[in-house]
């Protein structure tokens, strides 16, 4: 299932819904998913002392969220600390009115990164808007102090709220084409110099098709089953959260196995 890239107050805002088999799914303008992809500045952080539960509390301007872990998603969290922004993939849960992450995938991002994803969520914000969808909420509690882990616990029922919010002030302050122009100058300049180090002349910001990604890292798995993820996000020019999530879907799919030296192709 996609994992839609909101802005933190679209995930807290957001509306529980349950599926057919009594899971739960995140409702927002951008589409229904039980996992959503966010990005953030980690802004507190808490461990229990019997190291069976964690969490960090992530910022984007916008509202705070917690990302919460147990068991072995614990070491998830071990590798980051506050102050560092992070884009990451996780699970939708619910614990008393608190909508937050589970984490499946966290990687570190610089703030050029940031500036991006930004103007890339301030474009699709126009392009939903004008399509008559609504991201209108009320003042909702958004900050979550460190606190006593609880038992993990099925979702619940969110009801969704309305009144107006101002989306951003970059959307606030740019046309659609001056949007479109930093896109451009930001994935192609500075975020290419960035990473040229490591991946070359790169393009892998620009919005390309999560179907299609999946589609393209798994007929490149079939060619080498034993590449590694950063030569997959070198090949096709995408970026690693990107080649991560693919390869997840693929083997929630059973499409391919996870392997120590690399990957089996289950088809």
Known sequence: MIAYKMRIIDLVNGKLKKDEMGGVFLSTPFGESKEARLLGTIIDSYRNNENTYGSFTIDDGTATTRIKAWSDKIELLDKFKRGEIVDIIGRVGEFQDEIYLVPDIIIPVTPNYWLYRELELSKRIKELMERGLSFEY????????????????????????????????????????????????????????????????????????????????????????????????????????????AIKDLVDENRIKSKEDGFEISE
């Open 138 to 245: 009320t003042d909702k509690l958004d900050t979550y102090p460190p606190q006593e882990p609880v038992p993990y616990q099925k979702e619940e029922t969110y009801e969704a709220v309305t009144e107006e919010v101002n989306i951003s002030e970059v959307e606030e302050a740019l046309q659609e084409t001056e949007i479109e122009e930093l896109m451009e100058e930001v994935s192609e300049e500075a975020l290419t110099n960035e990473t040229g180090k490591e991946k070359g002349d790169m393009s892998f910001y620009e919005d390309i098709d999560e179907e299609e990604i999946k589609e393209s890292v798994y007929e490149l798995l079939k060619t080498d089953p034993k590449i590694s993820k950063s030569e997959i996000s070198n090949v096709l020019s995408i970026d690693e959260l990107d080649v991560e999530l």
